[in-house]
């Protein structure tokens, strides 16, 4: 089984940066893509980032295009979401996901295998 811890949320105001961290525990070695979705308040939740293994292929939700950077660090069996010039629509309850090896890749942006809890971000406007 694989674990998913996310950290790094918080309240911060229009145009700050924040970075979440996720670490993964567990069966690492079970682990393909990894990304992040959100959800806001009475909204669905959405798919925001994600990133392949070998680092080189990258996705990013419209919405945050330019403004958030997703990375990774295999040996560590981290991904991070660096967001930089917040808006008040990015607050959100924000989610570490992950897609099991030999499954499919975009999985990723819909239908992850493994979740975190979950860390909320708030920004003031």
């Known amino acids: 089984q694989v674990r998913l811890v996310e950290s790094g949320g918080g309240l911060v105001q229009a145009g700050d940066s924040l970075t979440l961290s996720c670490a993964a525990s567990?069966?690492?070695?079970?682990?393909?893509?990894m990304g992040w979705f959100r959800r806001a308040p009475e909204k669905e939740r959405e798919f925001v980032a994600a990133?392949?293994?070998?680092?080189?292929?990258?996705l990013y939700a419209d919405s945050v295009k330019g403004r958030f950077t997703i990375s990774r660090d295999n040996a560590k069996a981290m991904v991070y979401l660096q967001m930089n010039s917040l808006k008040a629509e990015d607050t959100a309850v924000y989610f570490c996901?992950?897609?099991?090896?030999?499954?499919?890749?975009?999985?990723?942006?819909?239908?992850?295998?493994?979740w975190g809890q979950g860390t909320q971000v708030t920004v003031s406007s």
């Open positions: 996901a992950a897609v099991r090896r030999f499954r499919p890749s975009e999985l990723i942006t819909s239908e992850p295998d493994y």
């Open positions: 567990g069966r690492t070695d079970n682990i393909y893509y």
């Open positions: 990133i392949s293994p070998s680092l080189i292929s990258i």
